[in-house]
């Protein structure tokens, strides 16, 4: 966590009301039985995430910060911590499924019992731990999405295909056709400003970077595109694919984006959305899909990944005719995530924040529409696995000039 600003106590008490109901409003309409579903080691079950965020307030402010305060129930501090190996022992991620107990019900008073302490403190705060907890609401942003992608995961593979958001809408697609952006290049600062607000660690530090001219297509990949490079076999040809992609085709199976369904060869494409099946919508940009895919797309479009540093550019200086930076998807890039120079983890165990992660793993950039509101900015990271689609991933082309 950057700390790059001091939050007035009003205006971060109703940021954390606000929040946290935010949280509760996506879960409203899920049932008990839906909340408890893990339909996959990545995913999690609604009613976790709404137990980790609350775990999060818990573990970093209150108990180290608000005097008398006792843990809501010890056992929680084990069944609800993700990732931090400082803190103490934690249920296995694969098995987060198997906790029918504490019921949703209850999860609902730990939130409600948190909420009230953590409120009830929030003007006597230290700074430090103010920080903690803008860095706490942050993390519940994250976990929003989180939330709605794994039950969509978890609603995909029932037959009836439920609506995890009913009403849900799909986003407007920009008009006109795909252009490419004449991007000049040059020397180009990457990174959060101290004058932006909110920052996670791996945004900064800001520092400079030499960018060779480039083009930028002006809006995401959209559906009818990815349809073509599968009719022209794409998903059948290897010299399209890094090896690791193609051996994934192979053994899982890949024929189209995660959540595009059809009854026949020839039968028109549909699509597994919040709001249930709905017809694929040609223009709408293409999303659930791994970077291997996106990848092996851009090669076979004659084209490539934007780097972050060459969407981050584009995005900042408000390029005329750059369109969908978020809003859709979270686009793919082409760089390798890993720190800036001069990158140092913060102190004690938030510092497992994000740091700890930088192997393996690729980098997005954007935000999709189901990324909470203000959450999105220009120097946000994203991050996963080359290999995963469950989340509403997408891509944007480029070229070099």
Request: with cysteine; proline share 8%.
């Amino acid at each position: 966590m950057q700390n790059l600003s001091v939050d007035p106590a009003p205006e971060l008490r109703q940021t954390y009301m606000r929040t946290r109901a935010m949280t509760e409003a996506l879960a409203k309409d899920l049932s008990p039985e839906d909340q408890c579903v893990q339909s996959m080691p990545d995913a999690s079950p609604a009613k976790w995430h709404r137990a980790h965020t609350t775990w999060f307030f818990e573990t970093f402010v209150a108990i180290r910060f608000i005097g008398g305060y006792r843990p809501f129930d010890p056992r929680y501090q084990v069944l609800f911590n993700s990732y931090y190996e400082s803190v103490g022992a934690r249920h296995p991620r694969p098995a987060r499924g198997l906790l029918t107990r504490p019921s949703a019900d209850e999860v609902t008073g730990y939130r409600q019992a948190v909420d009230a302490a953590l409120l009830q403190a929030l003007d006597a705060l230290p700074e430090e731990a103010r920080a903690l907890v803008r860095l706490g609401l942050q993390h519940e942003q994250q976990h929003q999405e989180l939330l709605v992608t794994d039950i969509l995961h978890a609603f995909a593979q029932n037959p009836m295909a439920p609506a995890c958001l009913p009403g849900w809408q799909e986003p407007a697609c920009a008009p006109g056709p795909t252009r490419f952006l004449e991007m000049q290049g040059g020397v180009a600062g990457l990174g959060a400003r101290a004058e932006d607000g909110f920052a996670f660690d791996h945004e900064t530090p800001r520092h400079r970077v030499l960018l060779s001219p480039y083009r930028l297509a002006s809006r995401l990949a959209r559906n009818d595109e990815y349809a073509a490079f599968i009719a022209d076999g794409g998903y059948r040809t290897p010299m399209l694919w890094m090896s690791d992609g193609w051996a994934r085709v192979q053994s899982e199976g890949w024929e189209a984006p995660l959540y595009w369904r059809r009854e026949a060869p020839d039968a028109s494409w549909r699509q597994m959305t919040p709001g249930g099946m709905r017809d694929l919508a040609a223009d709408g940009a293409v999303r659930h899909i791994s970077w291997y895919e996106a990848d092996a797309f851009a090669r076979w479009a004659g084209a490539r990944l934007p780097t972050e540093a060459e969407l981050e550019t584009a995005a900042t200086a408000a390029t005329e005719g750059f369109e969908q930076f978020t809003g859709h998807v979270w686009q793919w890039t082409g760089s390798a995530y890993l720190p800036y120079p001069g990158f140092r983890a913060a102190p004690g165990a938030v510092g497992e924040y994000n740091g700890k992660f930088m192997i393996n793993q690729m980098v997005l950039r954007g935000g999709s529409a189901v990324t909470p509101p203000g959450h999105a900015r220009p120097s946000y990271r994203n991050f996963f696995a080359p290999e995963k689609r469950w989340q509403f991933t997408g891509m944007r082309l480029a070229r070099d000039q």
